[in-house]
């Protein structure tokens, strides 16, 4: 985080590296979906077990789960610190 300071004020700019994590991070869960629904076809076409398939859609939907917590606990935090201060 590059932080630049002028007179009162306090500005925190990402980095490029931080930019691009974050691109990542909001987009990596749809990605591995949609690469999990190619390989599930394929593996249903091939007649091929689907216990790893099935297996995987647990994670995916425990994964989900998680980021939405994470994501109401990210809100709650702000709406309290704009609220307080």
Request: hydrophobic share 40%; no cysteine.
């Amino acid at each position: 985080m590059i932080v630049r300071r002028k007179g009162g004020l306090t500005e925190f700019i990402p980095t490029p590296q931080e930019k691009r994590d974050g691109l990542i991070r909001d987009h990596v869960l749809g990605l591995l979906e949609n690469l999990h629904q190619r390989l599930a076809r394929l593996e249903r076409a091939s007649k091929l077990p689907a216990d790893e398939a099935e297996a995987f859609t647990a994670l995916l939907a425990r994964m989900r789960a998680d980021e939405s917590r994470n994501l109401e606990l990210h809100a709650s935090l702000i709406t309290s610190d704009t609220a307080s201060g």
